[in-house]
């Protein structure tokens, strides 16, 4: 009986771990440079790009901590996007869409 209770403890405290973490793992931004911010293309060079790209009605342009462009807005096709550049080279790192 107290092997079944010390396996049925340690799957909740697993369950309840697993569910804690995981909303911090859906909300970390991806790293996209280690360049020096010196190296970055200038936000009105990255906003460019980012019209040129097709997306528009941007909402939020945003530095994240992992050394990336963020944006929240449309995408060409009218949908949501949140979408991560390379700071640098204006490249997408991760685009999610709606």
Request: charged content about 20%; proline content about 4%.
């Amino acid at each position: 009986m107290f092997k079944s209770m010390k396996s049925t403890f340690t799957t909740v405290a697993m369950t309840i771990t697993a569910a804690w973490l995981l909303p911090m793992a859906a909300q970390a931004s991806p790293t996209c440079t280690k360049e020096p911010a010196s190296k970055w293309l200038s936000e009105a060079a990255m906003k460019q790009k980012v019209s040129e790209l097709g997306y528009h009605d941007i909402r939020v342009f945003k530095i994240t901590k992992s050394g990336c462009y963020e944006i929240y807005g449309f995408n060409k096709d009218g949908r949501k996007a949140e979408v991560y550049f390379n700071p640098v080279d204006g490249a997408v790192v991760q685009a999610n869409v709606d």
